[in-house]
């Protein structure tokens, strides 16, 4: 099978869990984008799964990121960049220069550097604020903020310039069921609609739990091995 076929059918079986899920829950299908989470894959496949109709990349590493971006515009291919890796304060303003939407907002500090490195590209970056569910009490490294400083979080992303509010964004915690991660950020997204009425959408799912989070109202979910295939281990 070439490359392109691979990719296809990845694609066929994920658009297909999809509809399913949504049929499932009696939603549309065009309320949930599909962000293809391309990291550690070459520019050319996602130069592939624009041809079969992506729209949306998500990339978790920086300069990673940009690079496989700048590739692509340089072969006139335009996509929406997702930024959906853990983020350090001093690589944020280079980070907001060329994703379109930035889904790993954890903490105040990068809020002005986000807004500053968007501005001074001349855009607008979306942004949502990463909570970690997680419900020990010992911090796990993992990224995300505490589900008590989301408000506060959110109400700097608003007063930044060069951001926009889009929601919020979680990665399931590994020692809980994904349901009950999925109904504690939908109750979270709720709360953060009485402040932020446009602030809609909840990126939630991944390859092992699409069908749970777009149950629990998901409007992006972030795929990557479904359709890669599975990734070298970490580096
Ligand atoms: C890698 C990654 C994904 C995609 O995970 P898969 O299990 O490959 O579908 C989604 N979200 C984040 C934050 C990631 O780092």
Redesign the pocket.
């Given at each position: 099978m070439s490359r392109e076929d691979e990719l296809r059918h990845g694609l066929a079986v994920v658009r297909d869990r999809i509809a399913r899920a949504c049929a499932d829950a009696g939603r549309d299908p065009g309320e949930v984008t599909l962000?293809v989470?391309t990291?550690t894959y070459p520019a050319a496949d996602v130069a592939l799964l624009h041809r079969l109709g992506v729209t949306d990349v998500?990339e978790?590493r920086h300069p990673e990121a940009g690079r496989k971006r700048a590739e692509l515009e340089a072969a006139g291919e335009q996509l929406r960049w997702h930024f959906?890796?853990a983020l350090q304060s001093n690589k944020a303003a280079a980070v907001s220069a060329y994703a379109d939407t930035v889904?790993?907002v954890d903490r105040v500090a990068l809020v002005a550097r986000l807004s500053r490195g968007a501005a001074s590209a001349g855009r607008t970056v979306d942004c949502f604020v990463?909570v970690d569910l997680a419900t020990h009490a010992a911090p796990t490294g993992r990224?995300g903020c505490a589900p008590a400083d989301v408000a506060a979080l959110a109400d700097a992303v608003v007063a930044a310039d060069a951001l926009r509010l889009a929601g919020l964004?979680t990665?399931a915690p590994l020692d809980e069921r994904p349901q009950d991660a999925f109904a504690e950020l939908t109750r979270l997204s709720s709360a953060l609609r009485r402040d932020h009425p446009s602030a809609v959408a909840v990126?939630a799912?991944?390859?092992?739990d699409?069908e749970p989070a777009i149950a629990a109202g998901a409007t992006h979910v972030?795929?990557?091995?479904?359709?890669?295939g599975e990734?070298p281990p970490l580096r």
């Open positions: 962000v989470v990291k998500g978790n959906v890796g889904h790993s990463q990224a964004m990665v990126s799912g991944m390859t092992d699409l972030r795929i990557g091995r479904a359709i890669l990734r």
